[in-house]
């Protein structure tokens, strides 16, 4: 089962090819996006040093069979390499090679490598065409989509950055499997995500059929992933520079990543764990605020504990409770507008908005409790 989506951006428009077994698919995918003429030139392949060992070769491979030139450039595993010194190791390379202004760039990774090259490409000679073969759940249903590129800072996560959509994605579930439980499980929290922001239905759905997902069943997986896909596509086409709707796409993320902060965006919080805790935050707060039935926040939490996902602050190991730190954390956000944090918080299940009326005491109470 393949199924396409496509993200409707005018003369932008990209497609997601979402199947289990599509690298074999791979090259002829890329092809019509290659350099043209004569001297088509070098395809980077971007991946770090894990994603590599696992799956270069054969995606190398295919490229091959496919008649094109590629050469890979391997990065350091982990958010060390979404960083301004990342950075410079990459373009340094990219420009070593050569890469034209037609050129094509390709990002075989996870979402580190997916943001960091998409930043790359968007500001090298001012603009290079780049492809995503996101190889885990998280950057298959997120990060690979939508065209947000960026590195952290020591004041925060993805501050600095550009918009800059890919030309394709392939999303092989198939490549799925090579991941740890603990990695699929933080991309499933984003699966979660999409059901609890704006679809309830497919949240029930994910309430059968999310385990079986996460056992490895294809048809369930490709559904899951096609989906939040989908619903991200049509988010991205209507607001793609996040002035309105797609702000909900951030929901459990202003928590998450300050979480992230205080845990030194280290192997301690998984992105996808952080963004997990940061949802049933949010689902607190809205019962909190009276906005969200006790038992939608029940049902949501009960969910994420049923798949193996935390759901609350105090799961992260060695993590101190620090309220005003966390508070502290959260100002720093890139969602902070005028001095005020943006939250998204719910009116129920699949019912999301952004507000930045929330009083500190109610905020503090959450945090503490």
């Given amino acids: 089962m393949t199924r396409i989506i496509t993200v409707g951006l005018g003369d932008r428009a990209y497609a997601i090819h979402v199947g289990n077994g599509l690298t074999a698919q791979a090259g002829a995918l890329l092809k019509p996006f290659a350099p043209k003429g004569q ?3 070098t395809i980077p392949v971007v991946t770090d040093a894990i994603v590599g060992e696992i799956h270069l070769a054969r995606f190398l491979e295919v490229m091959g069979e496919a008649g094109l030139d590629t050469r890979p450039i391997v990065m350091s595993p982990g958010e060390g390499s979404k960083s301004f010194g990342g950075l410079e190791s990459l373009t340094s390379q990219l420009l070593n090679m050569e890469i034209s202004r037609g050129g094509l760039i390709v990002a075989l990774g996870g979402g580190v490598i997916g943001d960091l090259t998409g930043f790359a490409a968007g500001i090298l000679k001012r603009g290079v065409a780049f492809a995503q073969i996101p190889t885990t759940l998280l950057s298959q249903v997120d990060s690979s989509v939508g065209g947000k590129t960026g590195i952290n800072t020591s004041q925060g996560k993805n501050l600095i950055g550009v918009f800059h959509q890919p030309r394709l994605v392939i999303a092989d579930t198939a490549l799925l499997a090579t991941l740890p439980r603990r990695e699929l499980l933080a991309g499933y929290a984003e699966v979660a995500k999409y059901g609890a922001l704006g679809d309830a239905d497919f949240f029930a759905w994910l309430e059968q059929n999310g385990p079986l997902a996460l056992t490895g069943h294809s048809d369930a997986m490709v559904h899951a992933v096609a989906h939040s896909c989908q619903m991200k596509a049509e988010i991205v086409a209507r607001d793609e520079r996040e002035s309105g709707e797609r702000a909900l796409l ?5 928590f998450g990543h300050a979480l992230e902060a205080l845990t030194g965006f280290s192997g301690r919080l998984l992105h996808g764990e952080g963004v997990a805790i940061g949802m049933a935050l949010a689902f607190r707060l809205s019962v909190r605020l009276g906005l969200t039935p006790p038992s939608d926040a029940e049902r ?4 994420l504990q049923a798949v ?3 759901s609350a602050i105090s799961d992260i190991p060695g993590l101190r409770p620090d309220t ?17 944090i943006n939250f998204v918080l719910l009116r129920g299940l699949g019912h999301a908005f952004v507000t930045a009326d929330v009083p500190l005491d109610a905020l503090t109470d959450v945090l503490s409790a």
């Fill in 39 to 41: 001297n088509r030139g």
């Fill in 250 to 254: 951030n929901l459990g993320h202003t």
């Fill in 300 to 303: 949501f939490v009960r969910h």
């Fill in 308 to 310: 193996g996902l935390p």
């Fill in 324 to 340: 005003a730190g966390l508070i502290a954390a959260m100002g720093h956000d890139k969602k902070v507008a005028d001095g005020r």
